[in-house]
């Protein structure tokens, strides 16, 4: 497995010549965010399906009603 300075040389090796620090921060952002995903998945923090719909049935009734635009 590669260290985390190896993963991040990749991924700004990935980037195009032009990319910001905004996009650099952006990339380590991401690839954060699914390192963290994928952790809690494999360690069985998830939800069902309908255990997720009835969270958002849930929700305050707002503009659009409950839940309107993520049942859809």
Do not use: C, N
Not at 42 to 69: C, Y
Request: glycine share 8%; aromatic share 6%.
């Amino acid at each position: 497995m590669a260290s985390v300075k190896e993963e991040i040389h990749a991924l700004i090796d990935r980037l195009p010549d032009d990319a910001t620090y905004e996009d650099v921060e952006y990339a380590i952002y991401v690839r954060r965010e699914i390192e963290l995903g994928v952790q809690e998945v494999e360690s069985g923090h998830v939800l069902s399906q309908e255990e997720a719909e009835a969270r958002i049935l849930g929700w305050p009734i707002g503009q659009f009603g409950r839940g309107a635009l993520l049942l859809r």
